[in-house]
């Protein structure tokens, strides 16, 4: 008997978890939003295993085709053969299929997902001649940071209308420091300084970052820290180093750094 793995850690910030299951449970399809690395992804794993659904992730990029989704056929052996893509794998397996960050994706790509993603909950793959049904479970999930990308880059509005969004945020201090604590398997402490760290980068107005400071982030240093290295050390290397290239920016977020860590005991 395959005992079923335990449930990815994921704390609820508001009512996501509630909006999501009832979005499955009428067959709609789900926007996510929000800043990178709050949590999304963590999220619809936590997601699929509430409701038992295998999840197929694909990570959009610039290059992904429609191909790339649906299947092409690949010669083997001297045979050419169908190989269905991750989309149609989760179509017929009924499946939660995760488009991350999909506005990455060519918009004529995505456009595959209309029939899918309304009422119709149909793929046609027009090499085969076919149009599947999805099977039962399936679910259509995407996500994408607003705040991010550029109006060039952006959910087509006959997109987002089929489907249901629920927004996401950092998650507040107090549960932030949980997630940091727990994911990372650092002391209360040392998280609750990487959370005020974090926070004071998030407040910054500066152009010079690609990015705030994000929670994924501050476990990254969180999981330095564990493994030995000096907080400030950690730090450096896990969030002023990802977060920009500018000399002068680099300088501040180092400052804001000693500031916020020191390198002894918690309790020091």
């Not at 929000?34 to 610039?62: I, N, Q, W, Y």
């Not at 994924?216 to 450096?236: D, K």
Request: proline content about 6%; some cysteine; charged content about 25%.
């Amino acid at each position: 008997m395959q005992v079923k793995p335990p449930r990815p850690y994921y704390v609820p910030v508001a009512n996501e978890e509630q909006v999501f299951k009832a979005a499955y449970k009428q067959g709609l399809s789900i926007a996510l939003k929000g800043p990178t690395g709050c949590g999304k992804t963590r999220f619809v794993e936590a997601m699929a295993h509430d409701l038992d659904r295998p999840l197929v992730t694909v990570s959009c990029h610039d290059d992904l085709t429609t191909a790339d989704l649906v299947g092409r056929f690949l010669l083997r052996g001297g045979d050419t053969e169908w190989v269905d893509g991750p989309l149609t794998r989760a179509v017929r397996e009924g499946a939660i299929c995760y488009l991350d960050e999909v506005v990455e994706a060519r918009q004529d790509t995505t456009v595959v997902l209309h029939p899918l993603a309304d009422h119709r909950r149909q793929l046609p793959i027009e090499r085969l001649g076919v149009t599947l049904d999805a099977a039962p479970g399936f679910c259509l999930v995407v996500s994408y940071n607003p705040g991010y990308q550029s109006v060039l880059k952006d959910l087509k509005d006959s997109t987002r209308q089929r489907m249901v969004a629920i927004e996401f945020g950092f998650p507040t201090p107090d549960v932030e420091e949980k997630i940091v604590a727990n994911e990372a398997a650092i002391d209360h402490d040392r998280a609750a300084d990487l959370v005020r760290l974090g926070q004071a980068i998030r407040r910054l107005e500066t152009g010079g970052l690609r990015e705030v400071a994000s929670t994924r982030v501050l476990i990254a240093a969180g999981r330095l820290i564990a493994e030995g290295l000096i907080p400030r050390e950690a730090a450096r290397a896990a969030i002023a180093g990802p977060l920009t290239d500018d000399s002068t920016v680099t300088r501040g977020l180092l400052e804001m750094i000693d500031v916020y860590l020191h390198d002894g005991s918690p309790d020091d």
